[in-house]
């Protein structure tokens, strides 16, 4: 049994095939996909895909990219859509420097207030991080999350060492992506192997981002698979406890009762 802790189903790229492409990642052993959401309006989208399929959850907030505009009340309604029985983490939200989207005070803001939203609902994060690392390790340093031993979990992983050791100390996991297949990337392999087991999960980033052996396609779940089956090389483990290790930890931060349902 995988989980793919990160997917965006409800992407365009996945309209004439959606129902086909998830299939084949429950053929593939991926019983559990989180879609989390990018933006306000296309969160109702995400939770009807969750009601439509049973392997499905989801996360709602805003990403930092979409967080320039945003209207009165948008906090409110993430609040509101929260208590969908489906949604079981709050994110996609962070700070996202590589892009000028966004001013960062309102990066900044957005991010704190969806922390403590988190926080007050008992919600683990999904943390995006994109150039970064200081501001947004000051900001889940400083938020009400950092009270707790597992608070969420810095999304597709691609920082340096100093910010995985920072954040799995800060009680986060860490979730790797088709980029720890790529041959230039030395210190995530460096990072997957040297960080406690407990602490690693696996995810798509689908459609984007596919692993090595699929790249230039478009990715799914179905090839989640691979990239567990990569870090269990790396660690020199079975691939299938790799999966087993990875889907509890999924269990561990998401909830048992969702994982394992």
């Known amino acids: 049994m995988l989980v793919d802790t990160h997917c965006h189903l409800d992407f365009d790229k996945f309209d004439e095939d959606r129902d086909e492409m998830i299939q084949r990642a429950v053929d593939a052993g991926v019983r559990k996909m989180i879609i989390p959401a990018v933006d306000l309006e296309t969160i109702p989208k995400i939770l009807q895909l969750t009601e439509q399929h049973q392997w499905l959850y989801a ?3 805003v990403h930092p990219n979409s967080t320039a505009d945003l209207p ?3 906090l409110d309604r993430i609040e509101d859509y929260s208590y969908h029985p489906k ?4 994110g996609e ?19 704190a207030a969806q922390l403590e939203l988190a926080f007050d609902r008992a919600l683990p994060v999904i943390i995006h991080n994109r150039d970064a690392s200081e501001d947004t390790l000051r900001i889940l340093a400083d938020s009400s999350l950092s009270e707790l031993e597992k608070p969420g979990v810095m999304h597709s992983f691609m920082a340096d ?16 992506t088709g ?19 407990d602490r690693i999960l696996v995810e798509t980033d689908a459609p984007f981002l596919a692993p090595q052996k699929r790249r230039g396609k478009r990715n799914e779940p179905a090839y989640v698979k691979y990239i567990a089956d990569y870090i269990a090389e790396l660690r020199g483990i079975d691939p299938e ?12 931060l998401f909830g048992r009762d969702v994982i394992y349902r």
């Open 59 to 61: 996360a709602v907030g």
């Open 72 to 74: 009165d009340g948008w």
């Open 87 to 90: 949604v079981i983490a709050i």
């Open 93 to 111: 939200i962070g700070l996202d420097y590589h892009w000028d989207f966004s001013p960062k005070e309102i990066q900044h803001k957005a991010l």
């Open 161 to 176: 060492w100093d910010t995985a050791i920072d954040a799995v100390e800060m009680g986060y996991f860490l979730g790797f």
């Open 179 to 197: 980029p720890i297949t790529y041959k230039k990337n030395d210190e995530l392999r460096e990072i997957v192997q040297e960080m406690p087991i």
């Open 241 to 252: 406890m790799m999966a087993n290790i990875t889907t509890e930890n999924a269990a561990c």
